[in-house]
């Protein structure tokens, strides 16, 4: 039985309290583990013990999902903890996220619109063993002086209402233990120990599934195609391989993720609407699955069934709930609050985030201040974070197949990412209420923005429009090049205020030029509300891929290229 399913002990039957911590972490996973050691940082002097079910060391590569970051999540880890070197000497480098669509011949990479890039964007990030992590952080967090148990399964929980010690009990080596803390962060994933223990659950209306399995040998992409102008495309470097590969089609999306290990991971997400979960569910559906709508993937994953490392699944995995920080001194971090979409690999983000929040509060309220204004308000960040978010993917995976309007959705995505949630968090404001305050005109008007955007992206999809096959370069837009890189830059108060109105304008620009290319396919009054930085018809930003987005495809029989 998972710990998910395990009913909760009685709290009357558990033992007296054996010590009094500051902190107790239930679940080591990724989220407790860099907890404990964000806590730590901040503040050497905090006694924290993380209660870990699993036994350690655990496995590498076949042991947890989750392997590939993006800009937030590698930045907590490599600056905000410090561990860049055990990143540069047992993790891979990521060549960003690479995108294959829907419009050419599934058995032939090369002849799909691929976007991507080939050198690394400033802002690094990580494909990640989480098991080879997992058993790097909680040899740190020991280092460290943070009590780390593991093979200790939480059996009940008491939070004290105000003022009081929260008891924890375990059981760990055939014995029930019992320990006090003025503060109890959930960390246990979809165990999810106090959502359930306080009933804070919430549906959300993304329904989509998805299976995984690891292989124990490499999987080279670069080899699927032997065409000399697609290794062209790749800049000659073979490197492909060291991208998170998203194969895109209608209703979902087939990833490849290296690890350093030398395993290769790959998954399938899928919209339950468009392929229901059955048909996804066991290995052997899954190869079938592939065959048809991935047939060159299925031919790179046959005959590996010696090679398999494990085989796992979730149905409807996005999940939230109604708070995660309370001024009652508990918090839930990670999987154990909420979870979106695996789609741009925002799970690490949302740790990043959510610990910094975290670190905050206990900091504060160790050194005896009132956490009740920042608890509610970063309860409502958090949240609003995760509802931009979603609206990245409700109703979104239909689009998945479609190169034009998906180039153009990631690129947006990203641009918005970098300028509002990455910008806060590397710049070191995400808990600065100030800056929330005094920029909150200009969140609240790029956050319609971006609900107007997505919904645009869906009525374009409606009418199906079509690209001829071509190399997006990321990396060569001047623009997202600099959104990426300007991450690094230090800035100060002001000069984080004058960079964040400037990019939130640059999303304003970006919006009107996606409406122009939008107009290409849909009547004007689609993009209504949308061309306020189209001040003169003029293409700023994408102007490099303008061409390539209005190249037609050739029909066969209909002539030459751009006849269509
Ligand atoms: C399909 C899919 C793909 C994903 N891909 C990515 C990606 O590419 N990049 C990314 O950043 N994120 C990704 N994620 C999200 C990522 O997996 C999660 O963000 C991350 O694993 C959450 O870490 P966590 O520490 O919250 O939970 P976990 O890693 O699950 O850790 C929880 C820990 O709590 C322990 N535990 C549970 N119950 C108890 C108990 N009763 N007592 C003691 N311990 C307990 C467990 O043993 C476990 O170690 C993906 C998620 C899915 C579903």
């Known amino acids: 039985m998972d710990a998910k399913d395990e009913p909760l002990m009685d709290d009357a039957a558990a033992p007296p309290s054996t010590s009094t911590l500051d902190v107790v972490i239930l679940g080591g996973g990724l989220a407790g583990l860099t907890l404990a050691l964000q806590l730590k940082k901040r503040r050497p002097a905090t006694t924290i013990t993380i209660l870990e079910k699993k ?72 494909q990640i063993d989480r098991g080879r992590f997992e058993n790097h952080l909680a040899r740190r967090c020991q280092e460290r002086g943070i009590t780390f148990i593991d093979a200790a399964t939480v059996r009940s929980l008491e939070l004290a209402p105000r ?69 062209a495309q790749g800049n000659n470097q073979r490197s492909r391989w060291l991208s998170t590969v998203h194969l895109m089609g209608k209703g979902y999306w087939v990833w490849f993720i290296p690890l350093a290990s030398g395993s290769h991971s790959v998954g399938i997400v899928a919209d339950e609407t468009v392929h229901p979960f059955s048909t996804i569910s066991s290995y052997d559906k899954a190869l079938a699955w ?65 610990n910094t929040f975290i670190t905050d509060l206990i900091e504060r309220d160790l050194r005896d201040e009132s956490i009740s204004t ?75 923005l971006n609900r107007r955007v997505q919904r645009l992206f869906r009525d374009w999809h409606a009418v199906d429009p079509r690209i001829a096959k071509t190399f997006i370069d990321i990396p060569a837009l001047t623009f997202m090049y600099d959104l990426n890189r300007g991450l690094k830059d230090a800035l100060d108060e002001p000069q984080f205020m004058a960079r964040l109105a400037a990019n939130l304008q640059l ?34 930003l994408l102007s490099n891929l303008v061409g390539q987005l209005r190249a037609k495809p050739v029909i066969a029989g209909a002539g030459a290229p751009g006849s269509a």
């Open 290 to 354: 592939l065959r048809v709508h991935e047939p060159q993937a299925a031919g790179v994953c046959e005959g590996r069934d010696e090679q398999l490392q494990d085989f796992l699944g979730l149905k409807d995995y996005s999940y939230s709930s109604t708070q995660v920080y309370s001024e009652e001194r508990w918090a839930c971090t990670g999987e154990a609050g909420a979870f979106l979409d695996p789609f741009y690999s925002p799970g690490s983000d949302f740790i990043a985030m959510g």
């Open 55 to 126: 036994r350690h060391p655990v496995s590498e590569a076949a042991h947890k999902v989750g392997e590939s970051s993006v800009e937030i999540g590698a930045h907590y880890f490599t600056d905000v903890l410090g561990e860049l070197e055990h990143f540069e000497q047992c993790q891979l480098p990521k060549l960003g996220l690479r995108y294959f669509f829907g419009d050419g011949d599934p058995s032939d990479l090369a002849s799909r619109t691929e976007l991507g890039g080939n050198v690394f964007l400033p802002s690094r990030s990580w």
């Open 374 to 448: 920042r608890t509610a308000f970063y309860n409502t960040i958090y949240f609003t974070f995760f509802d931009n978010h979603l609206s990245l993917y409700e109703g979104q995976m239909p689009l998945f197949d479609n190169a034009k309007v998906m180039a153009l959705k990631i690129i947006w995505d990203f641009a918005y990412y970098w300028t509002v949630p990455a910008a806060f968090f590397f710049h070191g404001r995400q808990t600065d209420l100030m800056a929330f305050a005094r920029a909150k005109e200009g969140l609240d008007r790029s956050g319609l």
């Open 507 to 540: 999303l304003t620009v970006l919006a009107g030029e996606i409406a122009m290319l939008a107009r290409d396919d849909l009547p004007a009054a689609s993009v209504d509300g949308l061309t306020e930085g189209d001040r003169d018809g003029q293409f700023r």
């Open 163 to 231: 003022g009081g010690e929260h008891r924890v009990t375990y059981a760990s080596a055939g014995a029930t233990q019992a320990i006090g803390a003025r503060w109890v962060v959930d960390a246990s994933g979809r165990a999810g120990l106090i959502k359930r223990k306080r009933s804070l659950a919430k549906e959300v209306g993304h329904k989509a599934n998805a299976v995984w399995w690891r292989y124990d040998r490499r999987i080279a992409i670069d080899d699927w195609s032997q065409d000399p102008g697609w290794a």
